[in-house]
Structures are given as C-alpha cells and as structure tokens.
C-alpha cells in the first residue's frame, strides 16, 4: 500500500499520554501519512501474542489481516481465539479535530493502558503499549538459543 505511490513505513518509539477519556493524540510526525495511508481510518484489536499490547492497523492493512485470520479453520481452538482476539475485538477509529483517537474502553482495561503508554511504529502498523510492559518487555534480551537462522544471518 502507498501514499501517493510511495511505501510507507511505520517506525520509532513515542511516549504517549493518554486522557481521561481514553483519547490519545497521533503523534504530529504521523498524521500526513496516517491521513494519506488510510484516509484517516485506523483499527485498533489485541495483539494475540503479547499481554499489554495493542495493534492498530491502517484500514487496507487491516483488511489483509482480517481476511487473513478469518480464513482460518473454524474448528481449531488456537484459530478461534485469534479469531476472537484479532477480528472480534477490532474497532475502527478516525481521528478527531485534535487527531485524537478514542480507545475502547474494555481494550485498555484489559491491556493496562492507562495515562502513559508507548506507540511503536511496526513497519505495516502500529503497537501500543502499556508503559510497565513496554518497560519489561524492552528490558529483556535476546539469548543465544533463541537466535533463528534467519537472524544470525543479518548484518547487525
């Protein structure tokens, strides 16, 4: 997907203050390409692989992956819960006057997401975090064992 024929790429770290209401501000460096991306369009669903995470997806990236999970055998336990996580939760947010987006309520009772978080541009979409599982989860390291073929083979 482009922006006016050009790829874009999702990427870098903001704090992130959140209101009472549940609002979040896009950060400014986003919101021509949010707006150009997906007119403005955004859906916001569970990241199923990682506790204190959310996923927004540009809408047209959201519709690969939707379709993609849906696909998915109905009669396999994993698949549904992706299913339920991934295309049961998701919402569709634009953004306000202020480019404010309104997060659902049971989404960031669920994922901790309170007054301060931290969005992660994700090449294809965005990742927003709670602080605290930010926190933790950057703090950890990668170990040897867990190295795959495919990562020992970049040139870091």
């Not at 482009?2 to 009472?20: H, L």
């Amino acid at each position: 997907m482009g922006f006016r024929g050009v790829y874009y790429v999702f990427q870098g770290e903001t704090a992130i203050t959140v209101d009472d209401k549940g609002r979040l501000a896009i950060p400014t460096a986003y919101r021509e390409l949010v707006a150009g991306a997906c007119a403005n369009r955004l859906v916001v669903t569970y990241n199923p692989f990682e506790p204190g995470c959310l996923w927004l997806f540009p809408h047209e990236e959201w519709e690969k992956v939707r379709d993609q999970v849906n696909a998915l055998s109905k009669v396999v336990k994993s698949h549904r819960d992706m299913q339920m996580k991934i295309v049961g939760a998701a919402a569709v947010v634009e953004p306000d006057g202020a480019a404010r987006i309104l997060l659902p309520a049971s989404q960031r009772a669920t994922t901790g997401i309170e007054k301060k978080a931290v969005l992660l541009g994700m090449g294809n979409k965005f990742e927003l975090w709670s602080e605290q599982a930010h926190l933790a989860k950057i703090r950890q390291t990668i170990g040897e064992d867990e190295i795959t073929n495919e990562m020992a083979a970049l040139q870091l």
